[in-house]
């Protein structure tokens, strides 16, 4: 497992939407401390990235049909909700409802091909009132929640009433029942799902006040909690980002975390707590790629690159990729002890790959 590319200039969003289509990644809307979010005729932007070239453009759509700029949305009324597709089947999951000004632990599913839908039923160990939460599908179709901003009732009772819990659920959608399985404690960290294991990526902890970027994962078969070793290469701590998955490599952009060049900056308009309000935050603009079956020849080019050897004589190509290979950022070093799980279990983050 390696973060094997780091490219500049992507979106800079949180609280974006992006999704998976043949071998190019669409984004969607998003958060932009400098943008105007109550006009209702500025329609949402869509970014490209084509993942053979890399290369980002902006899709050009109607502006009469298209739908006005936002952000923390998918496709319902709901702010902060979670949603996740499996064969032919959408489902949402959870949020805040601005309309009635509450929370739901409704769970939704959109039959794609009659788009009809239908609200499933609300039995056994159900998750709590949350928004900001994760969810994905393992390889039977069920639907694994995890983390968010979560309260005790529907009504939100402020700052000193959230929590961030610590759990894993699972909704076995062909007995219809919700069971709670482990343990983690994040806010917003997008999740994929790849070979029986949910992966975790970032987030932030408001007990510690920390954004992270340590990557675990949950084996499905033993129910167990995984903390893979620290790479001496990876992404600033953040959350809120857009993660994707094709094959084994997961692609990271955007996202947000604390902004140590302005500190007078308290524009936290898409985040919702006081603490968070207090913290001068920046949107993020860099695409990652975490290969999770990195080839020898992608290894040995990291290798070379983050050994200063030099690329004469390697093919051209590689010589190409050379200068997108992430090095070392010494500003994101953290201290940590070896990974063990009582140290870290406050800190934890999803992957989820299909």
């Known amino acids: 497992m390696e973060w094997s590319l780091m490219l500049h200039r992507a979106p800079k969003r949180v609280n974006h939407a992006a999704v998976v289509v043949d071998d190019c990644i669409y984004s969607f809307g998003g958060y932009v401390s400098n943008h105007d979010f109550s006009d209702r005729t500025i329609p949402i932007e ?166 992270m970027n340590d990557i675990f994962s949950f084996d499905m078969r033993t129910s167990s909690w995984v903390c893979h070793s620290h790479p001496d290469v990876r992404p600033s701590p953040r959350r809120r980002q857009a993660m994707c998955r094709m094959g084994s490599l997961v692609y990271m952009f955007g996202g947000t975390h604390p902004d140590t060049s302005n500190p007078n900056n308290t524009d936290s308009e898409p985040y919702d707590s006081e603490d968070e309000e207090k913290e001068s935050l920046e949107e993020l603009e860099d695409l990652w ?22 690329l004469t004589g390697l093919p051209v190509l590689l010589q190409k990729r050379a200068y997108t290979v992430p090095i070392k950022d010494h500003r994101y070093e953290t201290p940590v002890k070896p990974c063990r799980w009582k140290l870290i279990k406050k800190f934890i983050f999803f992957f989820d790959f299909d």
């Open 46 to 211: 869509i970014f490209v990235l084509n993942t053979r070239t890399y290369k980002w453009q902006t899709l050009i759509v109607d502006s009469k049909n298209a739908p006005y700029r936002r952000y923390g949305h998918t496709v319902v009324a709901h702010d902060g909700h979670a949603a996740c597709i499996h064969k032919d089947t959408m489902y949402i999951h959870g949020g805040y409802i601005e309309q009635i000004s509450q929370f739901t632990l409704s769970l939704h599913a959109l039959n794609l091909c009659t788009l009809v839908w239908t609200e499933m039923p609300l039995k056994g160990q159900y998750p709590l009132f949350r928004d900001f939460h994760t969810m994905c599908c393992d390889g039977d179709g069920n639907l694994l929640v995890y983390g968010g901003r979560e309260m005790p009732n529907s009504v939100y009772g402020g700052p000193d009433k959230e929590t961030y819990p610590n759990n894993l659920h699972i909704y076995m959608v062909e007995k219809q029942l919700w069971r709670a399985v482990s343990y983690a404690n994040t806010d917003h960290t997008p999740s994929v799902f790849y070979k029986d294991k949910l992966f975790v990526f970032a987030g932030f902890n408001s007990q510690t006040a920390m954004h």
């Open 289 to 310: 790629i975490l290969d999770l079956e990195p080839r020898l020849e992608t290894l040995a080019l990291l290798k070379v690159v983050r050994s200063h050897l030099p």
